[in-house]
């Protein structure tokens, strides 16, 4: 507890018996004030103990001892500090974004948003067609104008480790390279994936300091933490360090999020985290690339659903998107899963241990959606039926192992 130098200074002459007036007395700021008017209404040999009882309860007892010895009771009395001003809503106007939204009805101003969908639908792509419209300055998916300066890059926090999956899809959006920027050192650009790790927030710190970027994206919430997002305690440790990079920076943090088999969020409390949560679902099992966007919570009216069309250099949108999907039905359709893996097999039996971004890159030519082939791939490596591993990633296609000879 830091003592004004006008307190110290009065404290000093009560200890020295040398006169006080009421005014000066009055001035005394609390804590200070009660410890003064009980040390003038003493006895002068009384003093010193009613201070040094007050002194041992103090958290820094020897910060009271330093302050009282470099007050000088004899000289005139320095300036009363004024009192402390605390925060108002003029202070949040100063630090506020110029607008409310950065998308209006969709994307909050230097707020945290949620985009939920079924695995594989689309979210990685849709939030990088995003950011390839800041970076091209072209408008919002709903025709409203770009509110962000063109070339702005995104931040990626890549959790589900599909860095090189964003880079092979760079070119065809027309975006360089420095469109997408990780929080992660060059030499080790595969790192900063976890929410768990102090660097990962120092390197979002400092990232945002350097870049001023669009927005972050977290890809996704459920592999950016080791910790249960179902659980409250698990919110509340990521709500109040996400909340203060979006303040202190004024940028939009936009987590991805996995659907339950319920079709909702993954993760009952992340309500608690979002401003804003849109959710994307392909209602038509036949048509994949075709996807409605709508928004499940706002704090403002919620616009009308939006139709989204993927396509290989961005996506298209309009105002009449497919009716609704089955609410017990999230996702795609594991066919199109298994068409992938399919692809995969084919295109590692003619040449094992190929780069995943060479084979990603024939997927997606032949109209393949990149998450249908990042889920391929997850189901293959957790089937034991393919490995994925080193920088960069290189697909290896295990060999079956045949049964031993009766």
């Given at each position: 507890?830091k003592?004004?130098a006008y307190?110290?200074w ?6 020295a018996d040398?006169?006080?007036a009421a005014a000066?007395?009055a001035?005394v ?5 009660a410890?003064?008017?009980r040390?003038a209404a003493a ?6 103990a009613i201070?040094e009882?007050?002194?041992l309860?103090l958290p820094?007892p ?11 009771p004899t ?9 402390r ?10 630090l ?9 009805g ?5 707020r945290?948003?949620?985009v ?9 792509r849709?939030?990088q067609d995003?950011?390839?419209r ?6 919002w ?21 599909q860095h ?6 760079l070119?065809?959006?027309g ?10 050192d ?11 790790e ?5 390197a979002l710190?400092e990232?945002?300091q350097?870049?001023r970027?669009?927005f ?21 440790m ?11 920076y004024q940028?939009l943090?936009?987590?991805l999020l ?19 949560l849109?959710?994307?679902?392909a ?16 704090y403002?009216?919620?616009p009308?659903?939006l ?20 609410p ?10 298994d ?15 190929r780069?995943?971004a060479?084979v990603?890159s024939e ?6 959606s990149?998450g ?7 189901a ?8 994925c591993?080193?920088?960069p990633?290189?697909?290896h296609?295990i ?8």
């Amino acid at each position: 507890m830091k003592i004004p130098a006008y307190d110290a200074w009065v404290l000093a002459r009560l200890l020295a018996d040398l006169p006080v007036a009421a005014a000066e007395l009055a001035a005394v700021s609390k804590p200070w004030h009660a410890l003064a008017v009980r040390m003038a209404a003493a006895p002068p040999a009384d003093r010193l103990a009613i201070l040094e009882g007050f002194r041992l309860s103090l958290p820094d007892p020897d910060a009271l001892v330093k302050a009282l010895t470099d007050a000088k009771p004899t000289d005139p009395a320095p300036p009363v500090d004024p009192p402390r001003r605390f925060a108002t809503c003029a202070d949040i106007g100063r630090l506020q974004s110029a607008s409310a939204w950065v998308w209006k009805g969709w994307l909050p101003s230097a707020r945290v948003v949620g985009v939920a969908a079924g695995e594989g639908v689309g979210k990685t792509r849709f939030a990088q067609d995003l950011g390839r419209r800041v970076w091209h300055g072209e408008a919002w998916p709903d025709g409203q104008p770009m509110t962000l300066p063109p070339q702005s890059p995104t931040i990626w926090v890549a959790a589900d480790g599909q860095h090189d999956e964003l880079a092979a899809t760079l070119a065809d959006l027309g975006m360089p390279p420095e469109a997408i920027i990780f929080p992660a050192d060059p030499d080790d650009p595969y790192g900063g994936t976890s929410l768990d790790e102090d660097e990962t927030w120092d390197a979002l710190d400092e990232a945002c300091q350097i870049y001023r970027p669009a927005f972050i994206v977290v890809d996704s919430l459920t592999y950016a933490t080791r910790w249960d997002i179902g659980e409250q305690r698990t919110i509340a440790m990521l709500k109040a360090p996400l909340v203060r990079l979006a303040q202190t920076y004024q940028v939009l943090i936009m987590l991805l999020l996995h659907l339950s088999k319920e079709g909702v969020a993954l993760g009952r409390r992340i309500r608690g985290i979002t401003r804003t949560l849109m959710h994307l679902e392909a209602p038509d099992p036949a048509r994949p690339e075709r996807l409605r966007l709508w928004v499940e919570k706002s704090y403002a009216a919620k616009p009308p659903p939006l139709g989204v069309t993927i396509g290989p250099a961005g996506n298209t949108y309009d105002f009449t998107p497919p009716a609704p999907c089955d609410p017990a039905k999230g996702g795609r359709p594991p066919a199109e899963r298994d068409k992938a893996a399919s692809f995969i097999r084919d295109a590692l039996a003619k040449q094992n241990d190929r780069k995943l971004a060479a084979v990603l890159s024939e997927w997606t030519k032949t109209g393949g959606s990149v998450g249908t082939f990042w889920n391929a791939r997850d189901a293959m490596v957790d089937a034991g039926e393919l490995t994925c591993d080193g920088k960069p990633k290189i697909l290896h296609l295990i060999p079956a192992q045949q049964p031993p000879a009766p």
